[in-house]
């Protein structure tokens, strides 16, 4: 059985950084998706970003890109978001989802493509 467990969250001033991080459990090998999606109070749910865990590829949206940054440690099956130049407008609950196979274009913003959810992690970002 798959499982995802996201921490990291917390409240930071604007310019502060956090970083996320999703353990993952139940993966079989090296071959899955982790992708990070944020739901904003009012707000439907929203793609962030999304790592391939078998070649470290990487999709971002536009609006996080150049101030977020994924990576994995395959050693811990853990996943990791690195938040940096937050801003009041990154505050949301952060979940992390998974599914096999890697990450597309595509995928990294679809709901639908992810088989596997954790719980999420609130970010407050005040200004």
């Known amino acids: 059985e798959v499982q995802l467990q996201a921490s990291g969250g917390g409240l930071v001033q604007a310019g502060g950084s956090l970083r996320l991080s999703c353990a993952a459990s139940?993966?079989?090998?090296?071959?899955?998706?982790i992708a990070w999606f944020r739901q904003a109070p009012g707000k439907e749910r929203e793609g962030v970003s999304c790592?391939?865990?078998?070649?470290?590829?990487?999709y971002y949206a536009d609006s996080v890109k150049g101030r977020f940054t994924s990576s994995t440690d395959n050693a811990k099956n853990t996943v990791y978001l690195q938040m940096n130049s937050l801003k009041p407008e990154d505050t949301a609950v952060y979940y992390c989802?998974?599914?096999?196979?890697?990450?597309?274009?595509?995928?990294?913003?679809?709901?639908?493509?992810?088989?596997?959810w954790g719980q999420g992690t609130q970010v407050t970002v005040s200004s």
């Open positions: 989802a998974g599914a096999w196979g890697p990450c597309t274009d595509t995928s990294s913003s679809e709901e639908d493509e992810y088989d596997y």
């Open positions: 139940g993966f079989t090998d090296d071959d899955y998706a």
């Open positions: 790592i391939s865990t078998d070649d470290g590829s990487t």
